[in-house]
């Protein structure tokens, strides 16, 4: 497939000319349509990276109207925009502190978080997007995290309290959740969290391992995926090892966060070299497809079997404001684009994806946060491209 630049260019320059060829002897495969997914903040920030850092359990980072208690209509334009599939919650993160039993029963009992876990739900069926739930890691024991399989997954009937508790608060049927995220990043830590926790791969393995067979049981049908670590393109990295041999027989699949070039916070961001920066976002493509690779070789080797991988969250990965916030950059867009054309590739190995991240934040490609009052960034008219232009097979062309 062409990259997104070229693609680019030829939809929207007529004058340029190119020839694309197209090799109709290959049968064309089904792009996976859990790749157009997205990332919700809606964790209660407090704490997590300082206490200046936004409270999004209010209204899921725009998503939702507490007052008329329902979906905002910017937040659902939003992810019609972007053709979004999949939506994952409560967000990178801010899951590492999210206590889901503080997020769930009447309003009134919950003042300060009204979008929580019941809402995040309503969102997803409102707007008809799948839920990827990610479990939390540091703020969730064994038996929180049964217990959530039971709230989610379970029927209300005597034995599944949970579950008779969803059913008094106004859901009766299980909700529609098939794909369950342990954890986030779980290899740097809780960030500013008191106390203060850091799991080394074998006790992360250890909670995975137990939690993925807690969701199995209440659902076998679940599929369940532990993460990788979050040194992305690094195969080598020794979470990788102990994770794969935890829990290769028995993971669904496995999640990485292949952010592109990072920049965090330089000390002269002055200094940055943009234009050298913006070079390395179009070139970061071809360096991810090889990434990938080595990355399917290694579970290949140590597991014997052909894992899927998830990106749940994916970027370049811009922290600073100076010289210009490059994070809304035509390079890290373009970067961004042609990531999910790489993983659209039948042999990227990637089947769900969720870029970080279409609404408000600070990554945010849209931002609204007030009627009449919206700003989009640089993502949304090639994010746009995909969802107008493109259908769902996979071709391969040469240019």
């Known amino acids: ?18 020839t694309v060829t197209v090799d109709l002897r290959t049968k064309p495969v089904e792009i996976s349509p859990l790749l157009f997914g997205h990332n919700l903040e809606g964790g209660d ?11 999004n ?21 939003a992810l019609k925009e972007v053709g979004a599939t999949l939506l994952r919650y409560p967000g990178g993160c801010l899951g590492h502190g999210y206590e889901w039993k503080k997020m769930v029963g009447p309003l009134e009992s919950r003042p300060l978080h009204p979008f929580g876990l019941m809402e995040f739900m309503a969102l997803c069926e409102k707007a008809g997007v799948e839920p990827l739930m990610t479990v939390p890691d ?11 399989a039971q709230f989610l997954l379970a029927p209300a009937t005597p034995g599944n309290p949970w579950a008779q508790k969803r059913a008094d608060w106004g859901h009766p049927a ?11 990043e779980t290899d740097h830590g809780n960030h500013d969290l008191t106390p203060r926790m850091l799991w080394s791969a074998e006790d992360y393995s250890a909670w995975a391992l137990d939690g993925l067979r807690r969701i199995k049981k209440v659902s076998p049908d679940a599929i369940v ?17 102990v994770v794969l041999r935890k829990l290769g027989k028995e993971a669904d699949f496995l999640v990485i966060h292949p952010y592109g070039i990072s920049v965090f916070n330089p000390p002269n961001p002055e200094g ?51 010289p210009k916030p490059l994070r809304y950059s035509l390079g890290g867009a373009i970067f961004a684009s042609d990531f999910l054309r790489v993983m659209m590739a039948p042999d990227s190995g990637i089947k769900a994806a969720n870029y970080w991240q279409v609404l408000n934040g600070y990554w945010g490609m849209v931002e609204e946060r007030l009627p009449g009052r919206s700003r989009s960034q640089a993502a949304l008219p090639l994010f746009r491209l995909w969802e107008e232009r493109f259908g769902p097979l996979w071709i391969p062309t040469k240019n």
Request: glycine letters at 8%.
């Open 1 to 18: 497939m062409l990259s997104s630049l070229a693609l680019l260019l030829l939809l929207t320059q007529p004058s340029l000319k190119g």
């Open 57 to 77: 359990s209010v209204t899921g980072d725009g998503f939702w109207n507490p007052a008329a208690k329902e979906p905002t209509p910017q937040g659902l334009r």
């Open 174 to 184: 299980p909700y529609k959740v098939k794909r369950f995220e342990l954890g986030n």
């Open 138 to 148: 540091y703020a969730a024991t064994p038996q929180d995290v049964a217990d959530l």
């Open 272 to 322: 940055l070299n943009v234009p050298r920066l913006m070079e390395a976002c179009m070139a970061q493509g071809e360096q991810f497809e090889a990434a990938l690779q080595k990355y399917k070789t290694r579970i290949r080797e140590r597991t014997r079997r052909d894992i899927p991988l998830y990106a749940t969250e994916y970027n370049a990965a811009f922290v600073q404001e100076k």
């Open 225 to 241: 995926g532990p993460h990788l670590g979050t040194s992305f393109p690094n195969v080598d990295d020794p979470w990788n090892e």
């Open 45 to 55: 920030g407090k704490g997590i990276f300082g206490p200046d850092h936004t409270n």
